[in-house]
């Protein structure tokens, strides 16, 4: 079991940014893929950024070239770097851990969740 639990949110301005910290309890920390979903008001939870044990990174569309997912299996810890903030990027932040490497996009493919950490962008 590889349980997470996030921290780093806040509120910043656009254009800022902001890093965010999973830091995962269980001895197979390095073995799982982590993964970064977000959900704003009424919305879905939706995709945003990936890790795979071998450290490949996937991302969805909206973030590539602005949010770096990176992993240190020392820390037992992922981070999810955002910078240009926009308004569109504020929701809750959940970290998400799972083992296996395809479909790192699906929600489901996913087997601990964290709590979530509020992101909050003004414009």
């Known amino acids: 079991q590889v349980q997470p639990v996030e921290s780093g949110g806040g509120l910043v301005q656009a254009g800022a940014s902001l890093r965010l910290s999973c830091t995962a309890s269980g001895r197979a920390f390095s073995t799982y893929a982590m993964g970064w979903f977000r959900q704003a008001p009424g919305k879905e939870r939706e995709f945003v950024a990936a890790?795979?044990?071998?450290?490949?990174?996937y991302y969805t569309d909206s973030v590539k070239g602005r949010f770096t997912i990176s992993r240190d299996n020392a820390k037992t810890t992922v981070y999810l770097q955002m910078n240009s903030l926009k308004p569109e990027d504020a929701a809750v932040y959940y970290c998400?851990?799972?083992?296996?490497?395809?479909?790192?996009?699906?929600?489901?493919?996913?087997?601990?969740w964290g709590q979530g950490t509020q992101v909050t962008v003004s414009s």
């Open positions: 998400a851990s799972r083992r296996g490497p395809s479909s790192m996009a699906s929600r489901a493919e996913y087997e601990y």
């Open positions: 890790i795979s044990w071998r450290s490949n990174t």
